[in-house]
């Protein structure tokens, strides 16, 4: 394909083995295989240690492998497509919420960065409501989500003061809003402590990170920082729902 | 912050270590300066260098460092918001589109998964477009656009048959058409060597891998593969221009 071909610019030796390796993959693995191990592969590739490794981290950020202690490294499963926005015009309402689950509410002051998103006063309380998101049996995503008491005016302290209660009302008062839309930005990141062990990584694992602004006419109302597993996730922004499904069956018989 | 800090979990060394070294990062050092080398570090702080370069690693992960061979270890500058999608109700062109610069185009046949994605046979004869997008001076992402001939009858084979001219001429042809809208997936991904050239990277550096489907009321009339370099880019993904403007100013102003 010309200019889309690797052979057509010089690459290192782990470049060309993880290509090599990449159809072995397809062709002589299946999902869920332990590879061999390293000296095996090594000697059968004919390639220094060194190089197959980084060969095998290349395909491991490619979502092709998976390492985990005790086990091994695996062949991976085609990744799960999270849908992280629906249809267009549902401004408001966001179309994935339902796939949170609500874990706990706290009532805490926003970091910096957050409290600039809201622009809010540092030192405002905010309730803090932290979810996961589960996908295939898995879970996917980590969120925290930062409501200024002022967004949610309506919210009863008596009927539930924190818990997973306390987190459901905080997002159906949310939800009750005018709110006008979302922005959100994606990027790479490392996971928290505290995200890790949602996501079954370790600290530091690649994961991408969705910050939410949830815009109303005044303002923006909250902002939500989700962490997903890169390793496992591809994140989907859909036009409409159905054309989502539609592409997901596609690239599931495709792969 | 309650379940917010890291500390609420037993953490690994180097992940204590990386969160230590941020604050000082913050502190003490400034945008592109280069930090002390490995030995200096690891004794400053008091750990092993083993320790020490996983929470650089760590730090150049969340684009907080850049490591380039000659220079060292500097402190990044903020990531560069780029633009995935812009105005909502602009489902046609893609706003972004200005932002990108035509390099070539190829006649070729797609990849399997692209072939899926367009519903089109393999063995279908595509214009590839290949783009670079550069944000501040700096190129932020490598694209293939997938137009298949039967998506563009009109374009003139005389006027141009290669080069960026022929480029220009397939993009014209694929936004004249009535698109319906566009869905995107974005997932982790490595840096293909040639797409690695373009972003002045190693081949297998960490990308952000964005896969746009153009839709047209009969099905998919183009698919666009655009890699973005994880360590300088942060996508969004706005409701409305001006809003994604302001949410990048106050970015600004917080950082």
Redesign the interface.
């Known amino acids: 394909?010309?200019?889309?071909?690797?052979?057509?610019?010089?690459?290192?030796k782990?470049?060309h083995l993880?290509t090599v390796l990449s159809e072995a993959l397809d062709s002589d693995f299946t999902v869920g295989e332990v590879l061999p191990n390293e000296r095996d592969l090594a000697a059968r590739f004919g390639v220094a240690r060194a190089t197959l490794r980084?060969a095998l981290?290349?395909l491991e950020?490619?979502?092709r492998l998976q390492r985990r202690r005790g086990v091994g490294t695996t062949v991976a499963p085609p990744?799960v497509?999270v849908a992280v926005?629906g249809a267009?015009h549902s401004?408001a309402a966001d179309d994935a919420d339902e796939a949170w689950q609500p874990?706990?509410c706290?009532t805490?002051?926003a970091?910096?960065?957050v409290?600039?998103?809201l622009?809010a006063d540092a030192g405002e309380p905010l309730h803090?409501v932290?979810r996961i998101r589960v996908a295939q049996g898995q879970v996917v995503a980590a969120e925290?989500l930062y409501v200024p008491a002022s967004s949610v005016p309506e919210l009863s302290g008596i009927e539930a003061p924190s818990g997973p209660v306390r987190a459901r009302n905080v997002v159906r008062e949310l939800h009750r809003l005018d709110l006008?839309?979302?922005?959100?930005?994606?990027?790479?990141?490392?996971a928290?402590?505290?995200d890790?062990?949602e996501l079954d990584r370790?600290?530091?694992a690649?994961v991408?990170v969705v910050t939410t602004?949830y815009?109303a006419p005044a303002g923006t109302a909250a902002v939500s920082v989700a962490t997903y597993r890169?390793?496992t996730?591809?994140?989907?922004?859909?036009?409409?729902g159905a054309?989502?499904i539609s592409?997901e069956e596609?690239?599931r018989?495709?792969?």
Chains 1, 2 share one sequence.
């Open positions: 394909m010309g200019t889309t071909q690797p052979g057509s610019v010089q690459e290192p782990y470049w993880k980084q981290e290349q950020l490619e979502g990744r497509g926005t267009r401004g874990l706990d706290t805490a002051e970091p910096a960065a409290c600039a998103m622009d803090v932290r925290l006008v839309g979302q922005d959100r930005s994606v990027e790479l990141g490392s928290r402590a505290d890790a062990k370790l600290p530091g690649p991408l602004r815009l890169a390793d996730c591809r994140l989907t922004f859909g036009d409409s054309l989502e592409h596609q690239e018989r495709a792969s």
